[in-house]
C-alpha cells in the first residue's frame, strides 16, 4: 500500500531536485507546451476548449515551477501575510483558467452556464482583489497576473559559494530596491531602517534610508486616492456585467460605461503619480497598455476595427510574396480571437 505512494514521493523529490538545477532546459519544455496549444486550436474537434485546456496547464507549469525554484534559491519574500499569500495564489490560478472554465461551461451548460460562470469568477476575483487592496499592507496595487512570471535570470546567478559580505550587501541592495528596507512612522513621518536590512559595517554610510519618490509624502495621502481608484478597477468588471445584462452585450452604453471607469481610475492614479512605487508604476503603464485592448471590444470592433483590419491583412497577403496564406488565416482566426479573448471583465 505504501510503496507506490513512496514511488510517488520519491518521483516528485527528483522532478523538484532536476527543476531547482535546470531552470534553462525547463524553460525550453515549457514554452514547447505553451506553443502546442497555438497548434491544437482548429486540428481536433472541439479545439478551442483543448487549446486553453493545454494552455492554461501550460501557465499552471510555469507558475508551479517558479514556486519550487523560489523556495530552492530561498527568494520566497517573508514578510508576505498568509492571507495575502494564499489569495494571490488563488487569483493567480483563476486567472490561467478562467477563458478554459468558461468554454467548458459553455460545451456543457450553454450560454447560460457560461454566464453563469463568468459572475461566479468576476465575483471571486473582485472579492480577493478588495481583500487584498483594504486588509494587505504589501498590496495596493493588485497586478495581473497577482503573482507574476519569476525573472529566472536573477535566480540562476544566486551562487552556491559563500561570499558573505557580498551576499549581505545584495540582499542589502534587493531591499533597498524593492522599497523594503525602511519604514515610516505614522505619527511622527521618521524613516527607520529595519534591522534584517543592514549593510555590513565596511560599506555603511550612516545615512537613513530612503524610501524611494514616495518618501516625501504623507502615507495617509497616497492611502486614500490609490483606494479610491484601486476601487474603480476593481468594480469595473461587475458593473460591466450589470451594465450588458440591462442594455445588451454589445451595447454602446455598457462599452462606454466600462471605458469611463477605467479612465476615471487611470487619471486619478497618474494625477497622484510621484507616491507611487516602482512596481505600482509598471503595473499602471501595463493598465495603460491594455487600453488598446478598446478597440477589439464590442462594438467598436464590430463596427471599426474589423474593416481596418481585413483591409490591411489583404492588402498584405495581395500585394507582399508568400504572406497570403498567413494572412487569410490571421483574418479567419480574429472573429474567434475577438470573441473568446476581447472581454471587458478580463483586465
Not at 504589501?138 to 557580498?166: E, F, G, M, S, Y
Not at 469595473?236 to 452604453?253: D, E, N, Q, Y
Request: glycine share 4%; charged share 20%; with cysteine.
Amino acid at each position: 500500500m505504501s510503496s507506490p505512494l513512496a514511488e510517488v514521493q520519491n518521483l516528485y523529490e527528483r522532478y523538484v531536485k532536476w527543476v531547482s538545477g535546470n531552470p534553462s532546459a525547463l524553460a525550453d519544455v515549457e514554452l514547447t507546451v505553451k506553443w502546442l496549444s497555438y497548434f491544437v486550436a482548429g486540428k481536433i474537434n472541439n479545439s478551442s476548449a483543448v487549446s486553453e485546456l493545454v494552455y492554461s496547464l501550460s501557465n499552471l507549469l510555469v507558475f508551479f515551477n517558479d514556486r519550487i525554484i523560489e523556495k530552492a534559491s530561498k527568494k520566497t519574500p517573508d514578510d508576505t501575510q498568509p492571507l495575502e499569500r494564499h489569495l494571490n495564489v488563488l487569483l493567480t490560478t483563476l486567472e490561467y483558467c478562467e477563458v478554459f472554465i468558461e468554454l467548458s461551461a459553455h460545451k456543457v451548460w450553454g450560454t447560460s452556464g457560461r454566464w453563469f460562470f463568468i459572475v461566479v469568477m468576476q465575483t471571486i476575483k473582485c472579492i480577493g482583489r478588495l481583500i487584498l487592496t483594504l486588509f494587505c499592507q504589501n498590496t495596493k496595487i493588485v497586478r495581473n497576473p497577482p503573482i507574476p512570471a519569476l525573472n529566472r535570470k536573477t535566480i540562476q546567478t544566486d551562487p552556491h559559494h559563500h561570499d558573505q559580505p557580498q551576499s549581505d550587501n545584495a540582499s542589502f541592495r534587493d531591499n533597498l530596491a524593492d522599497g523594503s528596507s525602511a519604514i515610516v512612522l505614522k505619527r511622527s513621518g521618521r524613516v527607520m531602517r529595519k534591522v534584517n536590512c543592514s549593510p555590513s559595517l565596511t560599506s555603511r554610510s550612516w545615512k537613513p534610508p530612503a524610501t524611494g519618490s514616495s518618501s516625501h509624502q504623507p502615507a495617509e495621502y497616497g492611502g486614500k486616492f490609490l483606494v479610491s481608484a484601486e476601487m474603480l478597477y476593481i468594480a469595473k468588471p461587475l458593473i460591466h456585467l450589470a451594465s450588458m445584462r440591462k442594455f445588451g452585450t454589445k451595447s454602446w452604453t455598457s462599452y462606454l460605461i466600462a471605458l469611463a471607469l477605467d479612465s476615471a481610475s487611470l487619471r486619478m492614479y497618474y494625477k497622484n503619480r510621484e507616491v507611487l512605487s516602482k512596481d505600482q508604476r509598471v503595473e499602471l503603464s501595463r493598465r495603460c497598455v491594455s487600453m488598446l485592448l478598446y478597440l477589439m471590444r464590442s462594438p467598436f470592433y464590430d463596427r471599426y476595427t474589423h474593416d481596418k483590419i481585413a483591409c490591411l491583412l489583404n492588402g498584405i497577403g495581395n500585394n507582399v510574396p508568400l504572406t497570403g496564406s498567413i494572412a487569410r488565416l490571421i483574418l479567419s482566426y480574429i472573429p474567434h480571437w475577438q470573441e473568446t479573448y476581447f472581454y471587458m471583465w478580463s483586465t
